[in-house]
């Protein structure tokens, strides 16, 4: 416990409980992804939580605090790629929270849909938020 409480600390775990995007860039994995974000049409109405963690608050801790424990895993013991990828359970929050902003536009598009089958936006929309294809 002592442990955990010490590398909280240290590694300033505040700061990802936040909305400052700033937090997440903190990592140099994450340094291209802030810049293409801050660069992006998206940077202006929308913080990562907005997209990247689900809109109630026990949902929204839940997640930050599973991908909390992910990262720092991840980084503290090196095993993770430079250019990251979002994992299943991260793009379906991902999703979700396109159709909660976007809900009026993709009406028709969701209507449309098979029984079972889920349209994923970023099939069509991958650089929208940061776009660091080609980098």
Do not use: W
């Not at 937090?23 to 049409?41: E, I, L, P």
């Not at 299943?88 to 849909?113: K, P």
């Amino acid at each position: 416990m002592g442990l955990a409480a010490f590398t909280f600390i240290y590694a300033n775990g505040l700061s990802y409980l936040g909305h400052d995007p700033k937090a997440c860039a903190s990592c140099h994995v994450m340094q291209d992804y802030y810049d293409a974000y801050t660069a992006g049409a998206h940077h202006h109405v929308a913080g990562c939580n907005d997209c990247h963690t689900p809109h109630d608050l026990v949902g929204k801790y839940a997640v930050k605090a599973e991908n909390g424990l992910h990262h720092s895993i991840a980084f503290t013991s090196g095993n993770y790629p430079q250019n990251i990828q979002a994992r299943d359970v991260s793009l379906q929050i991902i999703n979700n929270n396109c159709i909660y902003c976007h809900g009026g536009f993709t009406h028709d598009v969701l209507a449309s849909q098979r029984d079972g089958d889920q349209i994923m936006c970023i099939r069509c929309h991958q650089g929208v938020g940061h776009d660091v294809r080609g980098k």
